[in-house]
């Protein structure tokens, strides 16, 4: 075979490894049976961190998705700027008052 065993992650960018935990996982499993353990580990450092990309990812875009639709429908015409003020204080506010 000429490649491609592993999805081509060798190619890969962050974006389409995001979604390629099985692939990696097995990259680090066969790294381990040709005896390099440390690379292996390396290897599942990454899948860990990539993990934790995805994680804090989703509870930032909780926050930023309020954000942003004040600020499309502003743009669209949907909100006046009075209106997107106090949403958005409102969204400031909660943020310091340490609610996310």
Same mark, same amino acid.
């Not at 890969?12 to 390099?36: C, F, P, Q, V």
């Not at 639709?69 to 340490?98: P, Q």
């Given at each position: $075979? ?9 190619? +890969?960018?962050?974006?389409?490894? %995001?979604?390629?935990?099985?692939? &990696?996982?097995? $990259?680090?499993?066969?790294l381990i049976e040709l005896g390099y353990e +440390?690379?292996?580990?390396?290897? %599942?450092?990454?899948?860990?961190? &990539? ?22 429908w502003l743009d669209s015409g949907d909100y ?11 969204i400031k506010k909660e943020k310091t008052n340490?609610?996310?």
């Amino acid at each position: $075979m000429s490649g491609g065993s592993y999805d081509y992650i060798c190619f +890969s960018e962050l974006r389409d490894l %995001l979604w390629k935990d099985e692939t &990696i996982s097995s $990259m680090a499993n066969r790294l381990i049976e040709l005896g390099y353990e +440390s690379l292996a580990k390396e290897t %599942l450092e990454y899948l860990h961190f &990539i993990k934790r990309v995805r994680t804090e990812s989703g509870v930032m875009m909780k926050r930023l998705s309020k954000i942003w639709k004040v600020v499309e429908w502003l743009d669209s015409g949907d909100y006046g700027l009075d209106t997107v003020k106090k949403i958005l204080d409102d969204i400031k506010k909660e943020k310091t008052n340490g609610k996310k």
